[in-house]
């Protein structure tokens, strides 16, 4: 699995966690919204539920694709930012979310299809299974990110530090995934990384003792793909 991230995802190979999304975070305004044909409420019904499921269920987005063009500008930082290759079975907690079922490809559809809970059993626990659901479908619109999501209870980042916590982040409160070094396979460096992007990730790699590969991508010289080259040896 492939994680695309800015530079600001330094803090996170440092501290071995990731930020994770909640559904008031989606850049998708479609996604998470009940079939609102089949209810009287308004958007903004569908908009609060967005909301009051925030700290209910939380995702880390990852996508299949490796090095897709549109993927590293939308979520690399216009080519300046990173991607991680995570293997989402190399080790606790990751595994666990396998194991549990926790990790769930997405499911392109061309209409929305969820249908509306009652706001007031939001966390009551027969409903998580609805509120997976929700969280596991978005427009065919997106189907080019081929995109798999781990899905994490907020009671889990809350009650258990070997997960994951619940963070203040610029002035808000966040949840943050914990991901082993081990599980971290390679860092890549978009096209445009500037040299300070690459010392830092070295650093981080050798004060943590992890073993992952660094490479930086250019341009193929004949197709509209990259080729990555190896910067830097394992530790």
């Given at each position: 699995m492939y994680y695309y991230c800015d530079s600001a995802a330094l803090a996170g190979l440092l501290n071995e966690e990731l930020l994770v999304s909640s559904p008031g975070d989606f850049d998708d305004p479609f996604e998470f919204l009940p079939d609102l044909s089949k209810t009287?409420?308004?958007?903004?019904?569908?908009?609060?539920?967005?909301?009051?499921?925030?700290?209910?269920l939380y995702a880390l987005c990852l996508s299949r694709k490796a090095n897709d063009v549109r993927m590293w500008a939308q979520y690399g930082q216009k080519h300046t930012g990173m991607m991680l290759t995570i293997d989402v079975k190399a080790v606790k907690p990751l595994r666990t979310f396998w194991e549990q079922k926790k990790i769930v490809d997405i499911d392109y559809r061309k209409t929305n299809q969820a249908r509306p809970a009652n706001h007031k059993d939001l966390g009551k626990e027969e409903h998580s299974e609805q509120l997976q659901n929700w969280f596991s479908c978005k427009s065919k619109e997106w189907a080019s990110q081929e995109e798999t999501r781990i899905l994490i209870p907020g009671s889990c980042l809350r009650a258990k530090p070997e997960y994951g916590r619940i963070g203040m982040l610029q002035g808000?409160?966040?949840?943050?995934?914990?991901?082993?070094?081990q599980s971290i396979k390679k860092v890549t460096l978009g096209l445009r990384s500037s040299d300070d992007l690459y010392t830092s990730v070295r650093e981080i790699r050798e004060q943590k003792g992890a073993r992952w590969d660094i490479e930086k991508l250019r341009l193929h010289p004949s197709t509209y793909t990259f080729v990555g080259e190896p910067v830097s040896n394992p530790v």
């Open positions: 009287l409420q308004s958007e903004d019904y569908g908009r609060w539920l967005q909301l009051a499921a925030s700290d209910r808000r409160m966040r949840g943050f995934l914990k991901v082993p070094k």
